[in-house]
């Protein structure tokens, strides 16, 4: 043993303190745990609830290398653990179980698990878990691991090349040997870590589809997308966490788009608060839609806006709720605050679209249906995400304009919309309760769609968008001018698959729906900062359009001039603007 | 005393209430750790009692949801296959098997026996560190394989 011991040592010094995070609901296997991994010299944390861990793990991704954890704990399962951590913070993940069954080791990797041991554990196989980090590192950093000169002498190129396809192999080498020797210099140990911004993700999933998904290559895909900074081994990690990622969602989701760019996105960025999100707009995260009100959380894909709309956008709203850091709609921080996970949205949400479910939004809510959407709507700065959840599938429409207020940013123009929408429902219907949530909220939310997608320059406009109930009809229009400046600046609704799919469907319309609604998570979270920084600007022309029909909308809808509801949020968006 | 303190232990391994993985636990003791074992052995049989008692009150009620004790015997295995307690693992092998076969008797049967494993081991550990503290911190020091 002490010989082991001391090959520990005499390796680079890197496995030394490496840190580790050790996560066991058993108290005995815990501390047989820690007192072996101290043994090999690493810095152990220990905790015996995942929830813990994750708290520890959000709080600071940079703090630790590597993650130990059991499979069976009361308060989570193992292996969803797994994929949060692999998701967020990207760090490696070991499993730990008593189950030999080969289909919990199955299951361990297909989450994305670096390894799995079996317990009891024994020292020998701890001595070797630094690999994983050299490994991980090697492929997202390019080269720069933590121990900066062990790279040649790590004997992980190995397991590089075998990442990738086989045939891929000779390239890899040639590329690592390249990259390995720009990448030697010893102050950038740790390269920080490449954010996949929405706009990046997109260029390259539109690579991918370029070249064909089963036979993009990393090195190709590197060329296609012509972003400087950006490495071959930054974009290999990334393909391989994308397919993963959909590989994942395919089994998992129902109706999952295999464009979940944006849960995607949100996933592997890790929701660094929620800001820069890029989320994809990933179509994919719409599944689940059921009513197309998924309001697309504001990364530029309209999606979240569309998402909370639909009623099971309303669940989605949880997602969203991530956003909020970016100063997404959620600007209610005590409502959106709730949603705020971000690292866990994007995970959790995709259960076939519900992503609003849970999600706070109660506030917004109920008032909203009290007051048939009036005087709520213009109460309603923040509480945007809430809506979905506490409102039926019928109260599409009351949800729908709840969130307008609650989102101002969000959907600037697709509240107003919807507002128009139903109120003019409303008025018909003389019905204080939403109009007729199938077809209404449909049509609501299509427009909402367009209009959020649109919008979604603005979302990230303050959230605290004061609604003013005496807005009028002009705001509105204001509001859509400034969208259009907007949209035209970077919307990208969907950065990808939004633009794919979206813009094939002409008009936010169904497409959109869908989306949105499939995608809770990637709405929210993403990125609304993002957006403003020019997220969006993809769809400039058919946000256009959009506007320019939510613009006839609201004119046709003389009555809902009343609409305090809607406008009072606009005017504040567009100050945002 | 201290030949006295080799002697039981080893006795224990011959017996079969231990097994190597408590020696992988010994070798992890150290100056750092100097009562490592003793701590994982208490943590171990408080974490233990737990499950024995839960597993208790579930087979009382008499409902035998065969899936719930499964579990809480699984639990209890993992940890006694930590400490190297190789009797109570194998007859908590023998309830899980009757808990996937549905045999109600069987795991009542069977998990007598494990509280009777436990307790006999408890108390055999617990003599033995009684006497290794008597005897001195040498004693539980690594133990030469």
């Given at each position: 043993m002490t010989v082991e011991r001391q090959d520990c040592v005499a390796l680079d010094q890197f496995?030394?303190?490496?840190?580790?995070?050790?996560?066991?609901?058993?108290?005995?296997?815990?501390?047989?745990?820690?007192?072996?991994?101290?043994?090999?010299?690493?810095?152990?944390?220990?905790?015996?609830?995942?929830?813990?861990?994750?708290?520890?793990?959000?709080?600071?991704?940079?703090?630790f290398d590597l993650v130990i954890s059991d499979v069976d704990m009361p308060d989570m399962d193992g292996?969803?653990?797994?994929?949060?951590?692999?998701?967020?913070?990207?760090?490696?993940?070991?499993?730990?179980?008593?189950?030999?069954?080969?289909?919990?080791?199955?299951?361990?990797?297909?989450?994305?698990?670096?390894?799995?041991?079996?317990?009891?554990?024994?020292?020998?196989?701890?001595?070797?878990?630094?690999?994983?980090?050299?490994?991980?590192?090697?492929?997202?950093?390019?080269?720069?691991?933590?121990?900066?000169?062990?790279?040649?002498?790590?004997?992980?190129?190995?397991?590089?090349?075998?990442?990738?396809?086989?045939?891929?192999?000779?390239?890899?080498?040639?590329?690592?040997?390249?990259?390995?020797?720009?990448?030697?210099?010893?102050?950038?140990?740790?390269?920080?870590?490449?954010?996949?911004?929405?706009?990046?993700?997109?260029?390259?999933v539109a690579a991918v589809n370029q070249l064909g998904f089963e036979k993009a290559m990393p090195k190709k895909i590197l060329d296609l997308m012509n972003v400087e900074k950006l490495t071959r081994e930054n974009v290999a990690s990334h393909l391989q966490k994308f397919r993963l990622y959909l590989k994942r969602i395919s089994g998992n989701q129902q109706a999952i788009m295999a464009n979940s760019d944006l849960h995607f996105l949100q996933m592997s960025n890790g929701l660094d608060g929620f800001h820069h999100r890029p989320i994809p707009v990933g179509s994919g995260q719409f599944h689940g839609g059921a009513a197309a009100a998924g309001m697309r959380p504001f990364p530029p894909n309209n999606g979240i806006l569309g998402r909370l709309n639909t009623p099971s956008g309303i669940g989605g709203v949880r997602n969203l709720s991530s956003p909020p850091s970016s100063g997404m709609f959620l600007q209610n921080p005590t409502d959106l605050g709730k949603f705020h996970h971000v690292s866990s949205l994007p995970l959790n949400h995709i259960d076939g679209g519900n992503i609003l479910q849970g999600l706070p939004i109660p506030l917004e809510f109920d008032q909203l249906q009290t007051n048939n959407n009036k005087s709520?709507?213009?109460?309603?700065?923040?509480?945007?995400?809430?809506?979905?959840?506490?409102?039926?599938?019928?109260?599409?429409?009351?949800?729908?304009?709840?969130?307008?207020?609650?989102?101002?940013?969000?959907?600037?123009?697709?509240?107003?919309?919807?507002?128009?929408?139903?109120?003019?429902?409303?008025?018909?219907?003389?019905?204080?309760?939403?109009?007729?949530?199938?077809?209404?909220?449909?049509?609501?939310?299509?427009?909402?769609?367009?209009?959020?997608?649109?919008?979604?320059?603005?979302?990230?406009?303050?959230?605290?968008?004061?609604?003013?109930?005496?807005?009028?009809?002009?705001?509105?229009?204001?509001?859509?001018?400034?969208?259009?400046?907007?949209?035209?600046?970077?919307?990208?609704?969907?950065?990808?698959?939004?633009?794919?799919?979206?813009?094939?469907?002409?008009?936010?319309?169904?497409?959109?729906d869908a989306m949105l609604s499939s995608n809770p998570k990637e709405g929210f979270t993403v990125g609304q900062q993002k957006l403003q920084s020019g997220f969006m600007g993809g769809e400039a022309g058919s946000l256009d359009d959009i506007v320019n029909s939510t613009m006839k909308q609201e004119q046709s809808q003389g009555d809902l001039s009343e609409g305090d509801l809607g406008y009072g949020g606009f005017s504040s968006l567009r100050t945002c603007i | 005393m201290q030949r006295q303190v080799a002697l039981?232990?080893?006795?224990?391994?011959?017996?079969?209430?231990?097994?190597?993985?408590?020696?992988?636990?010994?070798?992890?003791?150290?100056?750092?750790?100097?009562?490592?074992?003793?701590?994982?052995?208490?943590?171990?049989?408080k974490d233990s009692a737990r499950l024995i008692n839960s597993i208790d009150q579930a087979l009382e009620r008499g409902s035998f949801d065969f899936n719930r004790l499964d579990n809480y015997m699984h639990q209890f295995k993992g940890s006694s296959t930590s400490i190297g307690a190789s009797k109570v693992k194998t007859e908590c092998t023998m309830f899980r098997e009757y808990c996937r076969m549905g045999n109600a008797e069987g795991c009542l049967r069977t998990f007598q026996q494990v509280k009777k494993e436990h307790a006999t081991l408890r108390k055999k550990l617990e003599h033995y560190f009684q006497l290794a503290r008597q005897a001195g911190p040498k004693e539980t020091a690594r133990r030469s394989k």
């Open positions: 496995p030394v303190g490496m840190r580790v995070l050790a996560v066991d609901d058993d108290q005995t296997c815990l501390r047989i745990l820690e007192s072996l991994l101290h043994r090999c010299q690493y810095h152990v944390t220990t905790t015996n609830q995942a929830q813990k861990a994750l708290e520890l793990l959000r709080e600071n991704k940079n703090k292996f969803k653990l797994l994929e949060l951590v692999g998701l967020e913070m990207d760090l490696p993940v070991i499993m730990l179980s008593a189950h030999s069954d080969p289909k919990y080791v199955m299951k361990g990797v297909t989450h994305g698990a670096c390894d799995y041991l079996l317990k009891p554990v024994r020292i020998e196989e701890l001595k070797n878990i630094w690999q994983h980090v050299v490994r991980k590192n090697r492929g997202s950093n390019n080269g720069d691991k933590k121990d900066g000169s062990g790279n040649e002498g790590v004997a992980n190129s190995d397991q590089n090349n075998g990442r990738a396809n086989r045939k891929r192999k000779d390239q890899y080498n040639e590329d690592e040997d390249e990259e390995r020797d720009d990448n030697d210099d010893p102050s950038s140990q740790k390269k920080p870590r490449v954010v996949w911004t929405v706009e990046l993700h997109k260029k390259f709520i709507i213009a109460g309603n700065s923040m509480a945007f995400p809430s809506f979905p959840t506490s409102l039926p599938n019928n109260n599409n429409h009351l949800v729908l304009e709840g969130h307008p207020q609650a989102s101002p940013s969000a959907f600037p123009g697709h509240q107003i919309n919807k507002r128009l929408e139903h109120w003019s429902n409303a008025v018909s219907s003389s019905s204080s309760t939403l109009p007729p949530p199938g077809q209404n909220s449909n049509s609501l939310i299509s427009h909402q769609f367009d209009a959020s997608s649109s919008n979604y320059s603005i979302p990230f406009c303050d959230s605290t968008i004061p609604l003013n109930p005496a807005l009028d009809h002009t705001n509105p229009r204001a509001f859509y001018r400034a969208t259009d400046l907007d949209s035209n600046a970077n919307v990208q609704p969907g950065v990808y698959y939004d633009s794919l799919q979206m813009r094939q469907s002409g008009n936010y319309g169904p497409t959109t | 039981i232990k080893q006795s224990l391994f011959d017996q079969g209430y231990l097994d190597e993985q408590f020696m992988e636990l010994e070798e992890l003791q150290d100056d750092v750790n100097p009562n490592f074992v003793e701590e994982v052995a208490t943590l171990y049989f």
